[in-house]
């Protein structure tokens, strides 16, 4: 049968699409950060430049639960009318790209689909979220101070910075491999600072595996186990507490812990953390 040739315009078929997390992409401190719910609702669309559909925003409705600067914020309601709204359209390289912002408590989130303007005959006009690569990013209105590897030192630790902006992809909640994967760190206090080594064990599942994937990421937590700091171990089991970013074949793995977002942490526990600073083992 022979192949049919040509291209025709693309189109986004309306939709609703969920993630649990910031599963990819970015740096930890931006997953932690815009780590939450989200919920993208888009509208059917033509793509190409002959159409008008991108003069407005494709995502007609969204959701937003996430915990920017350590606050919890939920931003819900039609794009178009939430507070501080604007609406920007690119075209490139047969790509449309779309950006929505609107203001939260903590800054400016940004909303970026990446679609292509064509589609081949052979495949098909339709696409859908999956297929924009959204990604979310957030200007914050006052600089926040996060811990972030220091490559430029000989130990390769771990150093405070001031950081005025957060991004990263959204993605679908990725299927967990049967594999516990198991690590272990210590955190040591600051000089002046009495107190006992601490030992942090995390325990969590990578991804299955696609093909040609070399860097896997992180599916699902099982628990974290932080010793040494309290008079009992502290466990960590959700999502919103614990972050994890792989580097490069995970020839490393970068960790951040935030126990007083852990469901009924304690104040008091919580304070142990403040003034210290770790290092990662490897």
Not at 126 to 134: C, F, L, T
Not at 259 to 272: A, H, L, N, Y
């Amino acid at each position: 049968m022979p192949q049919v040739k040509g291209e025709v315009p693309a189109a986004l078929v309306g939709e609703t699409a969920r993630s649990s997390a910031v599963h990819r992409g970015g740096t930890s401190s931006a997953k932690h950060a815009l780590k939450g719910q989200y919920q993208l609702a888009t509208r059917n669309s033509w793509l190409d430049a002959k159409s008008n559909d991108t003069a407005t925003p494709l995502v007609a409705d969204l959701s937003v639960s996430a915990r920017p600067a350590g606050k919890a914020e939920k931003i819900e309601g039609k794009v178009a009318e939430l507070p501080g709204f604007s609406h920007a359209t690119e075209r490139a390289n047969g790509q449309v790209v779309t950006t929505d912002s609107f203001s939260g408590s903590a800054g400016t989130y940004s909303l970026r689909l990446a679609l292509p303007e064509v589609c081949a005959v052979a495949s098909g006009p339709i696409v859908g979220v999956s297929d924009a690569n959204p990604a979310i990013s957030l200007a914050l209105s006052k600089p926040l101070w996060v811990m972030a590897q220091d490559w430029s030192s000989p130990d390769t630790d771990l150093a405070e910075k001031q950081v005025r902006s957060f991004s990263a992809q959204l993605g679908p909640k990725p299927l967990a491999d049967e594999r516990l994967q198991e690590r272990w760190t210590f955190v040591w206090p600051k000089a002046g600072l009495a107190g006992a080594d601490v030992r942090i064990a995390p325990r969590y599942y990578y991804n299955v595996a696609r093909a040609f994937e070399k860097t896997a990421s992180l599916a699902k937590w099982d628990k974290t186990t932080i010793e040494g700091l309290t008079s009992e171990p502290l466990i960590l089991r959700g999502e919103a507490s614990q972050t994890m970013s792989p580097g490069h074949h995970n020839f490393y793995e970068e960790f951040l812990f935030e126990p007083r977002s852990k469901k009924g942490s304690r104040r008091r526990r919580c304070r142990s953390w403040r003034g210290r600073t770790s290092r990662r083992s490897t």
